[in-house]
């Protein structure tokens, strides 16, 4: 016994130093714990920056007085460094930002999700963001600020515009299609001498309509080609040894242009095989085309060597399609020329009816 102490009996400086050993251990399995959990976070949240990376979706916090406090990509022109701290009136365009702060705070304060789409001009036009807004709780369940998702959405915007143009495109198109149609068939049945010839009238001029815009769909209805306008009219004529030649340089008509015009040329051509060139083994046509007057376009139709051709006794509807139509329709200037040697027909088609850079 020494100093009052039994022997084997541990002393308060031991009992302290097992107590402090213990802690230690307890502490340095809870640090390599949290460490593991931490390892865990990092490759969760790498997994999460690899699947956002490649994305149009920015994702961000805000504390409740809508400072930034963390975001995966850098946005509206800002780095990640420069919004970190920052607020929505330090960041968003002018004409956007009360709104957006408006129903973040209702986020806030309902405790409810939130969405809304805002647009921002970026060149000649707009950049469309689709922006999701969740209250961020903390493990009380408080609402200690927002998460958003902010997705880039313009392509989407611009996809759902040009559907909305091209319906309404497609509804005027039809509408004057069907009154296309319906002239064809009136003015067909006032010249047809029987039911039988209607019929066999009117299906070619529904075919040669069709035949145009067959064109004009295959380029989206910007325009066709004058060349591919005028095979397509003729290309009965154009098969082994053909009777009709064809020359021009590239040059591409607006929709209603090629709509009017294909209906003319095959009027031309019906006429010519029924009473023209085309009647006869050895006659020909020529379709040419050059530039014209105030960068137009002149075409001639020319027939040679077929029967001789008598004056003209009454306007019929092929006339009307190739003088009236084309002269109204197309600004353009008609000259149909019945000489004793073959049809001549001279049209000129303004500039305007033709596509630029075609």
């Known amino acids: 016994m020494r100093n009052g102490t039994p022997p084997g009996s541990a002393t308060p400086g031991s009992l302290q130093l097992t107590q402090l050993q213990d802690e230690c251990r307890r502490l340095e399995a809870q640090v390599s714990a949290q460490a593991i959990e931490l390892n865990l976070l990092r490759a969760r949240f790498a997994r999460y920056e690899t699947a956002l990376r490649g994305s149009q979706v920015v994702v961000y916090t805000q504390d409740r007085n809508l400072h930034f406090t963390s975001i995966s990509h850098p946005m509206l022109g800002h780095s990640i460094a420069d919004l970190l701290g920052r607020t929505d009136e330090d960041v968003l365009p002018a004409e956007i930002r009360a709104s957006v702060v408006a129903i973040k705070h209702e986020a806030l304060t309902s405790g409810q999700p939130r969405r809304t789409e805002f647009s921002i001009p970026e060149g000649v036009g707009l950049r469309w963001h689709d922006l999701h807004i969740e209250p961020l709780h903390n493990e009380a369940g408080d609402i200690v600020g927002l998460t958003c998702a902010s997705v880039d959405v313009t392509e989407r915007k611009e ?12 509804t005027h198109r039809s509408k004057n299609l069907l009154a296309v149609i319906q002239a064809m068939a009136r003015q067909t049945a006032r010249h047809a001498g029987s039911i039988d010839a209607f019929l066999r009238q009117f299906g070619n001029r529904l075919q040669a309509l ?3 815009h067959d064109l004009l769909v295959r380029e989206s209805w910007h325009g066709a080609s004058l060349n591919e306008l005028v095979r397509s009219q003729l290309s009965v004529y154009l098969d082994g040894v053909s009777q009709v030649t064809m020359d021009g340089p590239e040059v591409a008509l607006k929709p209603e242009a090629a709509q009017n015009l294909g209906l003319a040329i095959h009027e031309l051509s019906a006429n010519a095989a029924r009473f023209g060139a085309l009647s006869v083994p050895e006659g020909r046509v020529s379709v040419e085309w050059r530039a014209g007057p105030n960068d137009g376009i002149e075409l001639d139709w020319r027939e040679q060597f ?27 200037k008609v000259d149909l020329m019945f000489e004793p040697e073959g049809l001549h027909c001279r049209v000129v088609i303004p500039a305007s009816q033709i596509v630029a850079g075609r």
């Open 159 to 170: 996809g759902e515009a040009h559907l909305r143009l091209l319906l309404r495109e497609l």
């Open 210 to 212: 069709a035949a145009s």
């Open 306 to 332: 077929g029967p001789r051709v008598r004056p003209r006794r009454k306007r019929g509807f092929g006339s009307t399609v190739i003088e009236t139509n084309l002269s109204r329709a197309l600004d353009a």
